[in-house]
């Protein structure tokens, strides 16, 4: 399983972005898609979970303004994001989890001037 991540930038505080994370291989297994962050000098933090289902999970910074979505015709995990505040600043990740497998893309830069 391949993941790209893209759709990262510079927006000004109180601006949406919008990232993609397209996947490419046997996905068939995957119980589950996630955006992880992490800011500089910080450890890697979850930001939002949705499962095979459609059934989606955020974390209480986020809640409320980002929104996790799949696109399944085009195998692309989707997180809008809008009321962006600085300390949303970070690398964001996009990852895929098997039972025992997880997968990861390269991360997009998302950087929130005040």
């Known amino acids: 399983v391949q993941l790209q991540a893209s759709g990262g930038g510079l927006v000004q505080t109180g601006g949406s972005l919008r990232l993609s994370c397209a996947t490419s291989?046997?996905?068939?297994?995957?119980?589950?898609w996630r955006w992880y962050r992490q800011a500089p000098e910080k450890q890697r933090e979850l930001v939002a979970t949705?499962?095979?289902?459609?059934?989606?999970n955020y974390a209480r910074f986020v809640k409320g303004r980002f929104t996790i979505s799949r696109d399944d015709a085009k195998n692309t995990v989707l997180l809008q994001m809008s009321s962006l505040k600085p300390e949303d600043t970070a690398v964001y990740y996009c990852?895929?989890?098997?039972?025992?497998?997880?997968?990861w893309g390269r991360g997009t830069l998302v950087t929130v001037s005040s």
């Open positions: 990852n895929a989890r098997e039972r025992v497998e997880s997968y």
């Open positions: 291989g046997d996905i068939s297994k995957i119980i589950y």
């Open positions: 949705i499962d095979t289902h459609g059934d989606t």
